[in-house]
Each structure stands twice: as C-alpha cells, then as structure tokens.
C-alpha cells in the first residue's frame, strides 16, 4: 500500500529490507522451533496430497452427498471467519475503551484475523468442484452475481478485512522496524474501520444460511448475533492461549492485564452465546410440528438415526463447562484453569458452528429423506492440513511481530 | 532466542535451512503429483470457455465440435451436441395427477436414461415419495420404498425441478452460472459453473444435483441427442438438474419422464397456448403447488382428480 505522498527511495531500500529480514528471522529458532515447523509442515503436506486426489477422483472421496452437500470444509470456513472477526476483541479494547496496555499486543488479534482468513480461503476452494475455474469468481474477470448473491458479499467482505488487517498489520511493524512511531493518521481509521468490517464478515456469512428459506434449520433471525457471539468467544480463547504461550517463550512483556480484560470479555460472551442456544432450543421444541426436525435429529436422534446427537451434547457440556469456570473468581489467578475453559469453549464452539449448525441443515433434507453424514479420511486430512498450514503461519507471523517488538528486527542494529 | 547471524558467508545454519526447503519444496510438488495427471485432463480452451450467454455464435459453434470430440475421445460415443434456444412466446409448464400415479418410478427411470446419468449410482432428476393417504407432510413420505406398488393407504408423489418464477437456486450463484430462460426453463451452462453448491443448499425441493465424480456410461447407452444446456454428459465437480428435456421440449416432443408414465398421469405444455392440455388443467382441475409459502412460485402443478 503506498501511504506516502512523496515517493521517498528509503522505502524503495528499507521496505524490501524489512521484509528479507522478516523472513530471515521468522525461520531462525531452536531446536524445538525447528521441530514445530516441520511437523506442521508435514501435516500440511498430507492435506495437500489428499486434496489434490479429492480434485483428481472428484468429491465422492468425501462423506457429502446430494443431500448434505455441505459438510466438514464449509463447517471450518463458518468457524474461521468467526475466528477472523474475534481477534477485533483485542482492538476494541485497544481502541475504543483506550487499554494501553492492550495497545502493544493488539497487533496478536490482527495477526490472527489474517491467519484465519487465510485459511477461510483455503477452506471455501477445497470445497469447490472446480477450483480450476475460481477466476470466475474474480470480479471484472469473471461473473460476479453481486448485490443478488450472499456468496459474492461474502467474498468482498472477507478480501475486504484481509486487506485492512494486512496494511494494519503490516503498517505497525515496518514502523517500529525503521524506529519510527507510527503516523496515526495511517493505521487509526483503518482500525476503526476493522471493527465495523469485523462485525459484517460474520454476519454476511450468517447471511449465507439464514436467508434460505427451504433450510428451516437455518432460517432464523438469530443466525446472525449468534454467529457474532460465538465468534467473542473463541476469538479471546484463542489469543488468551496465544499470549500465554508467548510469555512462556519470549521476552515479550503481556503481564495480567490484557489477558484480565479477555478473560472479562469471555466471562459475559459464553454465557450470551449459552443464552442464544437455549432461546433458540426453546422456539424450536416448545412449537413442535415438523419445522423441528432437523433439532430433534441434532439432540436426540430422528426415526433411528443418531449421527450428530454425540457431537451436539459434547458440545454443550463443554460450552457449560467452560461458562462455570470463567465464572469462577479462580480463573483469574489460575492460568491452567484459564486455559482449561478456553480449549473447552474453543473446541465446544468448533462443533456448535459445524456439526451442529452446517450439518443438521440438510438433515432431514428438503423433501424430508434423512441421510447421515460423517467426514471421510480425505475430508479430515484436508481439514488438518490446511490447520496445520494456518498454525504454521501464525507461528511465523508471531515471530516477526515479536522480533520487531524485542528490537531485534530493526533497520539500525541495537 | 535468535542467535546473531554471521554477517557474511555461508553459516552451517544457512545451509542447513538452505537443504531443509529443498526437501520441502520436492515433498511438496510429490503431495500434489495427482493434480498433474488432472490437469493433463483440461484443455486450454475449455479453461478459457467464456460464459455461454458471452459466446457468439461461432464461439458457441466451435465449444460444441469441442464438446463432442470430448465425449468421443473420453466416452467412446458419436454424439449431436445442439444449441436449443427459447421458442418465443412459449412458457411450459409441467401439471402431475396424484390420483393417477401409482409410483412405479418409470419417469425417474426414463431420466436417468434420456439425461445420460452416472450409471453407478443410478442418478435421475426424478424422486418418487410414497405418502401417507390423508397427509400432504412430506415428513411422512419416504424415496425408500421397495415393495408391489401402489400399496394399500398410500399415494405417491413425484417431485424434480419446479422450474420456479422466482428460483432461490438462481439467487444464490456467484458467478451467475444458473438462470431462468425466457420460456420457464432454469437452466445451467455446466462449463461455468464452480461447483460450490450453494443452489443445492438453497433448493426447498431437492432439485439439483452435483457430480460427485465423473459419470461413467458406457458408449452404447449413451443418448446422443443432445444440448448444451440440458443432457450432454455432465463434467465432474459441477451442479446439475432437471431442463424439462429441453433438448426434446423446444422441438416440440414431450419430456422423457411423460412419454414412460404407464398412467398418463403427467401433463405437459405451453401455458400460453389456449389449446393446450396443460392450460385445460389449469383452468379445470384444483391444482396446488409445493411449499406455497416459500414464495418459489413453481411452473410445477398437482392436483387430485376425485
């Protein structure tokens, strides 16, 4: 992004500079780091082994059929971009309320915002037919059915924040890189602008599913702020681990502030999210009639069939489980505790979004057929290689962004 | 935690790193070695295919030769590939008497024959529910049943594509690879479409379907008459559905699905021809449309006729 108003050849030597030195750094480490990277990478290859027989053989190598015709890929992509609009949980605070102590470690939200997009897109082509013929998705080059279709907003709002994150992102550290402080008028109203852009990311994506009216499982008006709440929790969940793990392994200075105020955050969104389940079980249950099906069959099974009613139950406990302890006054001294309820809701919302909200969808499906699905091997290797890729790229990310801030990337040597 | 590099020359680190993403670029161009024999599979010119609604006739001339040499080199199987397009002033529309099928699935049966569906699993656009006598709840009905038919207190009720006015399917593509045409048809150029199967999540009446491989039939049943927007053989990775057999229909013959029923229970035609029979039912039988309050306003009737 050139931000500059008159061309200045310093950034023409120092711009590449900071980025050879980025990648110098982030692939330096220890043993362990060494050891990190590689089973991450290899995890990433096997996806991409099995992705490339999914596109050879076609998608009969998954579990999907024409009546779940989503399955595991879009249940990642619906959690990701969640994931994607939680890292604004630390700008908010950062920002809006002025948390000066969030302020150093807000770069860790946008960080993950970019990751997670990332791997949304990965996400969304691994479940395309065709990913040969993706250009036709590009605007100008291709076809591209905008206002009409939710798929094409979903595509502008998802590039839309990965770019703003990127300049963001991007912006910060070259700054500190060159030892400059940062020019507000560059990066505050982006960030201001990623807060709103966080907001709609997920709930166009929420758009998506809520506006279908053949789907009665998903077409409720609570899609939206459900999907929204969600995303409030595991993004907080996933950065309070990330700076956890930070303070073990760098000299970056997190201290109990910031991860107080995530813990703060969690404390209500878990319980809001809680709220919206049970809202929504009501409405579902208490009306009755055969608009309930698809529920009946996620919590209790329908004419036989079981396939979700483990997943579904597995998630709530961890969800309710996770809501007890952040409303424990111990989870604020206890890290293993914190930690705890974090995975727990992390892992409860990952089958809430997926198979408990992608999946019953076409379960029963339009004309009322009931056939099960389950991921095929093919369909949880591509799932892990691709977080295995996303990890990776987090790892590297942090890297540079805590080289940067440790003072060891720097234009001028210390 | 970083070591400080050496300012100059080739450190033992910087070979090692040097040596590990060799390695790593050859495991990865073996992960992906499956793609190199599917990419063998596409030509430039089918990569390059513009949207059929952007070709000129020409164009569209030459993506047809292209097509049927494909299904020859690929199928084994001479085949006619024509370009159908809407006779003015025609909207079909398609009208099915409940009190005369007996659920024999002879029209799903013609389909999958006439469409040149996968043969492996056995695909048509047509399925046939077995409903419970004194409900119209298609939770009661099942596609399963395996018996003598009609069975005593059912009735049966064939659904495909309800060729709709206002086709939730067509809304939601991203790339516009789907459309209603002027004569009621929504048709869909398989050459465009990405196969990201939203218009499957977003059909009520589980109309359209996806290639979840390349069908396979063999050169003898393939049906060679066909259309670019209706029964050639469907490409792997791309949706799929029913054209009211427009390569049949806008040459003035009727459906396969209507030309197999034993019972005459299907009715088909142009709703804009006082004469026809679909427009006699129209105007004399009760007729009632699927999900009405879904708003999809179907070309798809069906009425009782005691």
Redesign the interface.
Known sequence: MSTYSEPSPKHLVSYPRFIWRSL??S????LAF?AWM?AL?AIA??G??AW??Q??????V?D????V??GLYIANFTFLVGLAAGGVMMVIPAYLYDDKKMHDLVIVGELLAIVAIVMCLLF?NV????P???W??IPGI????WP?????WD?LVLSGYLLLNLHIAGYLLYQRFLGHKPDKKWYIPFVFLSIVWAISIHTVTAF??CG????PFWNSALLAPRFLTSAFVTGPAFIIVSLLILQR???LEIGRGPIDTLTSILRITVVINLFMVLSEVFTEFYTGG?HV?AATYLYFGLHGHHGLVPWIWTSLLLNVTAAVIFLLPAVKKNTWLLVAACVATFVGVWIEKGMGLIVP??I??????IVEYAPSTEEWKIMAGIWAFGIGLFTLALKIAT?VFDG?LRLTRK | ???Q?PESGLSR?TLL?GI?ATL?VA??A??????T??VDG?SVDA?LQK?YRELTPDELQTVLRRLEQETRDQYGADVHIDDLTPNPGVKFAYALNLSLCIGCRKCAEACHKENNHDRDTHQSYI?V?EMEQGSL???K????YNHAVPAPGKYYMP?QCQQCNNP?CV???????TWKEQDGIVVIDYN???????C???????A???????PSIPAEDVNPVQAYLSNRIR?????EKCTFCLHRTRAGKLPACLEACPTGARVFGDVADPDSDIRWVLENKRVFVL?EE???QPSFFYFFDV
């Not at chain 1, 009409?148 to 094409?152: F, H």
């Not at chain 2, 499957?200 to 589980?206: N, Q, T, V």
């Not at chain 2, 490409?235 to 949706?239: E, F, S």
Request: with cysteine; aromatic share 10%.
């Open positions: 110098v750094l692939t330096e480490g220890n060494y590689t990478t290859l096997v991409v082994n490339s027989h596109v050879l053989e076609g998608m009969v998954t999907m059929s024409d009546h015709s989503w969304v479940d395309l037919g065709r040969d013929r993706f036709h998705i291709g076809r591209f059915n009409i279709s939710m798929l094409t595509v998506l599913y279908l009216g053949g789907r392994l760098t000299r055969t099906s969808g076409f029963p499906s339009t004309l009322h057929e080289n060891d | 935690m970083t070591e590099q680190r790193k590990g790593g495991a990865f073996k992960a992906l070695a499956p793609l024999e599917w596409l990569f949207h399925r529910l709840d298609l939770e009905g099942t596609a399963g659904v939730p809304k939601v593509c991203p790339v516009e690879a465009w479409c990405i196969g990201c199967r939203y499957e999540a977003a059909c009520p009446y589980h359209r379907r996806f290639n979840w491989k390349k490409p792997q990775g791309v949706m999900k879904l708003g999809t």
